[in-house]
């Protein structure tokens, strides 16, 4: 009898311990470097400095030129999306950007926000700072750090700020929002040395935020944007008020998943799967599967000889319109690739798609992006950062048409103090420049809960 109390209050010790341990894990991580040539002797320049887009008459020439010499291939009949960008739909939107398409306007438009450059860690990193014009007496402005993805921009989140900036329902919290390119991403500088991941991209926002003059702030992200902001979670949990994600990073892939995902259709209520759940995940995993391949054979490049075809894209802007443009119909819907027009403008204008295409095109970032998915992927999946929870009130929006459904119980098992899980009526891939009227309301909602637990 005493042997079994003895025992039982070891394996209660241990499980205490082991609870306690993980409650108080943190992300660990070291200053870097990252600038060409070694550090300098002296202390680095942490001014901040405005910033605008520009073009000339010679950056548009040289487009033009290399679009007119353009060879076209024809696409295969009855292929449409299948086979990636169709060509004969292809050919109009090149027309369109040739002839129509007004870079200096959108130039404008890009600048209608605030920009500014500093540097940090030896590169100078790119940001919008858009603060309210007008906060409601009594309150203050809540800072919120937004983050992109691939191939995707700051330029995504152009149709949301305003909307957390300025919200029409005076009951709405008012936002200040920080908004940065990543790294070696549209303005940003690239980092010039190997090694540039997730966290340190965290590391360096963490910084930048800092420099800014914030304690304390809410922090956002879909795709590359929601691993960089929880590991910004998981690097500092006590700067980080809330996270809201509209992509769930993934946790280690254990027992508890592999479980859920080979018993899940047949005892959906084990595992806490709902049937939108069920819906999404099955019924055949053969079926994920080839979905899976189908989608991606981008990210086995990127994750392994990005320089080699990032070559190709930073010399033909054809080439390269392609190659994002195809992401912007497929992860927008794969029903889209039943579509000669991959369904582009049903979501997006062109001018839009294309001022997209244009910020990787100007900065000739697109080498630099795909580098991103080699210094992650290349470091194994097994890092730190995938084996410690995040702590802070966390919020998931979770759109129908994202690449990876993931189910609350998932979410859950790697954002351990999940305040909001809510199925998104529709968007996919690229919530905030698909759908931001809808994501703005769930980052509403989700923040008054932050805020209300507080008080």
Not at 4 to 16: D, K, M, P, R, S
Not at 115 to 143: N, R, S, Y
Not at 300 to 313: E, S
Request: aromatic share 12%; proline share 6%; hydrophobic share 35%.
């Amino acid at each position: 009898m005493l042997a079994e109390v003895l025992l039982a209050l070891f394996i209660g010790g241990l499980v205490y311990y082991l609870v306690q341990r993980s409650k108080t894990q943190v992300l660990k991580t070291e200053d870097g470097w990252w600038g060409a040539g070694a550090p300098p002797d002296g202390e680095e320049d942490i001014s901040i400095r405005p910033f605008e887009v520009t073009t000339s008459d010679q950056e548009l020439e040289d487009l033009h030129r290399r679009i007119d010499q353009t060879r076209p291939v024809p696409s295969l009949e009855d292929s449409q999306f299948h086979y990636g960008f169709n060509s004969h739909y292809l050919q109009k939107v090149v027309s369109y950007w040739r002839n129509d398409f007004d870079w200096r306007r959108q130039v404008d438009k890009l600048n209608q926000f605030p920009q500014f450059k500093t540097k940090i860690e030896g590169i100078d990193v790119h940001f919008l700072h858009v603060k309210p014009k007008k906060v409601p007496e009594g309150t203050t402005a809540i800072p919120l750090i937004v983050v992109h993805g691939w191939p995707g921009s700051f330029y995504e989140f152009y149709g949301l700020i305003p909307l957390l900036t300025e919200p029409s329902n005076p009951n709405d919290l008012v936002f200040e929002v920080v908004c940065p390119s990543i790294p070696g991403y549209g303005f940003s500088e690239a980092p010039h040395k190997k090694g540039f991941d997730t966290v340190c991209a965290a590391r360096i926002f963490h910084k930048l935020m800092k420099r800014l003059g914030f304690k304390k702030f809410y922090a956002q992200g879909g795709d590359w944007g929601s691993l960089v902001t929880t590991n910004m979670a998981q690097l500092e949990p006590s700067t980080v008020t809330g996270l809201h994600v509209n992509m769930a990073a993934p946790s280690k892939f254990g027992v508890s998943m592999i479980s859920s995902i080979l018993l899940g259709r047949r005892f959906p209520k084990l595992f806490g799967f709902t049937d939108v759940d069920v819906q999404r995940l099955y019924p055949a995993t053969q079926k994920m599967l080839v979905e899976t391949i189908k989608e991606s054979g981008y990210m086995h490049i990127q994750a392994t000889k990005p320089d080699t075809v990032g070559r190709g894209l930073n010399d033909s802007p054809v080439g390269l319109a392609t190659y994002i443009l195809e992401k912007f119909s497929t992860w927008t819907n794969r029903d889209f690739r039943e579509l000669e027009d991959g369904g582009l403008t049903r979501k997006y204008s062109l001018d839009d798609l294309l001022t997209n295409v244009m910020i990787y095109w100007t900065s000739g970032c697109i080498v630099s992006s795909m580098r991103f998915y080699k210094e992650n992927f290349g470091k194994g999946l097994d890092q730190p950062h995938t084996r410690i929870k995040v702590f802070v009130p966390t919020g998931f929006a979770c759109f129908p048409n994202e690449l990876l459904h993931a189910p609350e119980m998932w979410v859950r098992q790697k954002y351990s103090k999940l305040l909001s899980y809510t199925l998104m009526a529709g968007g996919g891939h690229f919530a905030a420049m698909e759908e931001p009227q809808l994501i703005a309301e769930d980052i509403q909602n989700f923040t008054k809960k932050v805020e209300k637990k507080q008080k």
